[in-house]
């Protein structure tokens, strides 16, 4: 392959790439909720309860910066604040039952879009996605030389 076809070839794989997650992720998203408050929500459901400046930093933002969403969050009765279990000085925030099922069933639309998109592929084509997802994996995981 010439350097400009594998320039080519790259750049449409990243915009492949970036349309994929975009589709699902807007599958998964609630119309009421921002990126960013998608992405706290998430970060809650997966590891648990955390401060706002912990969230923060998760997220790569100023914990100022983090405070409006966690109080959109909290108003919406998405996520309820609780005192830190070890330093009293500190509160942690942590889904609600309600936040935890939206975030539920946020995770499955995700999952059964995907579902319904590789189930329209043929047999061979299903198989070269799959083997094309651990080949990304490995890609992500990696650091490049």
């Known amino acids: 392959m010439s350097p400009d076809a594998f320039e080519i070839a790259i750049t449409d794989f990243a915009e492949s790439i970036g349309l994929l997650v975009r589709r699902v992720r ?32 998760l997220q790569g933002m100023r914990p100022q910066s983090m405070r409006p969403i966690v109080a959109t969050l909290e108003k919406m009765g998405l996520v309820e ?19 935890a099922a939206a975030q539920k069933a946020a995770g499955d639309a995700k999952r059964a879009w995907i579902v319904r998109a590789v189930s329209q592929l043929e047999k061979r084509e299903q198989a070269i996605v799959f083997q094309a997802g651990r080949i990304m994996r490995r890609l992500a995981e990696s650091e490049p030389r």
């Open 81 to 99: 604040r609780k005192p830190h279990a070890t330093d009293g000085r500190q509160i942690n925030l942590r889904l609600t039952p309600r936040g």
């Open 26 to 57: 807007a599958t998964g998203t609630s119309h009421d909720l921002s990126w960013s408050e998608t992405a706290v929500m998430k970060r809650l459901a997966k590891d648990g309860p955390a401060t706002t400046a912990v969230l923060a930093r």
